[in-house]
């Protein structure tokens, strides 16, 4: 798995939703990986999403105010 968090910025939408690509592999797919709970932020799932095995690209999002997603719209 190519983990490429240190290598690009998040994405973010008009919302205030922040995508950060987590990894990214050969194949058309896209993993989105949300946490579970209000306030919990992806952080939680950096070392699931470390051990899976998927082909395609998997994101990390955070919903506005949820973990470190602080930044204003």
Do not use: Y
């Amino acid at each position: 798995m190519h983990d490429v968090n240190a290598e690009r910025e998040p994405l973010w939408t008009r919302s205030g939703v922040r995508l950060t690509l987590a990894f990214s592999k050969p194949g058309r797919w896209n993993w989105l990986f949300v946490p579970g709970g209000p306030g919990t932020g992806s952080e939680s799932l950096s070392s699931l999403v470390r051990m899976v095995s998927l082909p395609g690209s998997g994101w990390l999002v955070d919903l506005p105010g949820d973990g470190s997603n602080r930044a204003p719209v």
